[in-house]
Structures are given as C-alpha cells and as structure tokens.
C-alpha cells in the first residue's frame, strides 16, 4: 500500500470507533489501484512503486482513500462534508491526471529525455531501392 492508515486518519479527525484499519485498507487498496490504472502507462517500468514510495503518490493515495472512506461514512448525512470531500477528490484527480499526462513529473523518479539530433551524413533510408 502507498499510505497507510495512519494516514487517512490524521485527515479525518473525528472518525466514528467502528471503523478499523481493515476497514481503512480496503479502501487504500481502491485508492492505489486507481492510481495504478491512471499512472501504468507513463510509469509501467515503475510499477507498484516501491520504498520510498514517491511523496506525491503516498499523498494521492491517502488523500483518495480519505474521500472514499468519507463518502461511505457520511454520504447525505452531513451536505457540507460531501461538498467538502468531493471538492478534496476532485483536486486530487486532477493532481492525479497532471501526473498521468506527464505534466508533473514525480521528482524521486528518473526522469527519461528525448531528443532528437541531426548531422551532415547522408540519410541511411530513402524512399529508393535500398542499396543492399
């Protein structure tokens, strides 16, 4: 997991006690497994991240699996919270997609460069016979 329970509970301070860090767990597991999905083709080499799990990953991680746990918990019950807690997911879903794009790199990462170079050689292939 990328967060740990600890986590999610120092993001809600008033949390009812018959929720348990099982119940916690599971939805980490949601929270990864979507970040997973969202970051598996730009980081396919990388993932699951490994210790130290990137920053910005740990906090994506505990900051969805707290929207989720808050949505089971206090969904219709208290409208100012589900406000709040849908206003906290969608931030982190776009924090998410910026990484996922490439716009935000994660800076524990290596981070590839790409460029091209050109010279004065002849070209290898052209659109002719090939001289082979």
Not at 14 to 21: A, G, H, I, K
Not at 41 to 60: C, G, M, N, T
Not at 85 to 108: C, D, F, S
Request: a negative charge.
């Amino acid at each position: 997991m990328y967060s740990t329970p600890q986590d999610v509970r120092d993001r809600i301070q008033t949390l009812p006690s018959r929720v348990t860090d099982d119940m916690i767990s599971r939805f980490i597991e949601e929270a990864d497994a979507i970040i997973e999905a969202h970051l598996s083709a730009l980081y396919f080499d990388e993932i699951p991240f490994s210790d130290p799990v990137p920053r910005i990953i740990k906090y994506l991680s505990a900051e969805i699996a707290t929207c989720k746990l808050a949505f089971s918990l206090y969904t219709s019950q208290q409208p100012n919270m589900d406000a709040y807690q849908m206003a906290r997911y969608e931030e982190a879903m776009q924090l998410l997609n910026k990484v996922a794009n490439g716009e935000m790199p994660i800076p524990e990462l290596p981070q590839e460069s790409a460029y091209g170079s050109t010279n004065s050689d002849p070209p290898i292939f052209t659109r002719g016979v090939p001289p082979w």
